[in-house]
């Protein structure tokens, strides 16, 4: 007997009717919290405690923060392109790079977690994929999400 293999592909808006933002959202919300005055009195307090980056690699990064035509996605691109390309900055670009991930990962997480109750009532508007699993075993599911909804769907 051959086997039906089937693959389900979650794009960026999957989760959006649960309350989790889109890429120019997520960024809107990134950009309104990282303020230039922030961002330099974190550099400043890491350099307190014997890290921070120089001054011409955060003047890039707030440059960076402030176009208007560049998504988390396409900043965070940036500071990896940039972590290769200036070899004596490598470090400080990486390091940015990876704060920022984590900055990322913190807001979403605690969307979850603050919006877990709504999320959970909510998960009925998934049902399909239930359907699709039942009738497709094993179902691979491959999400473009930061989230944890598929998660959640698959739990449920």
Not at 105 to 121: E, N, S
Not at 132 to 142: A, G, I
């Amino acid at each position: 007997m051959e086997r039906k293999l089937t693959g389900l592909f979650l794009g960026a808006g999957a989760s959006y009717n649960v309350s989790m933002p889109l890429v120019w959202e997520l960024t809107a919300e990134l950009k309104n919290w990282l303020t230039v005055e922030k961002l330099k009195r974190f550099n400043a307090g890491w350099k307190q405690e014997g890290g921070g980056h120089p001054d011409e690699v955060i003047e890039d990064f707030i440059s960076v923060l402030a176009r208007g035509d560049l998504h988390y996605e396409s900043i965070l691109g940036y500071l990896e392109v940039q972590s290769r390309r200036q070899r004596s900055l490598s470090s400080d670009y990486h390091s940015l790079y990876a704060w920022l991930v984590q900055m990322i990962y913190y807001t979403l997480y605690f969307k979850h977690v603050k919006g877990a109750d709504f999320i959970v009532r909510n998960l009925e508007l998934y049902r399909g994929v239930v359907h699709l699993y039942e009738e497709n075993t094993p179902l691979w599911v491959f999400s473009l999400n930061h989230d944890s909804i598929i998660e959640m769907i698959a739990k449920k």
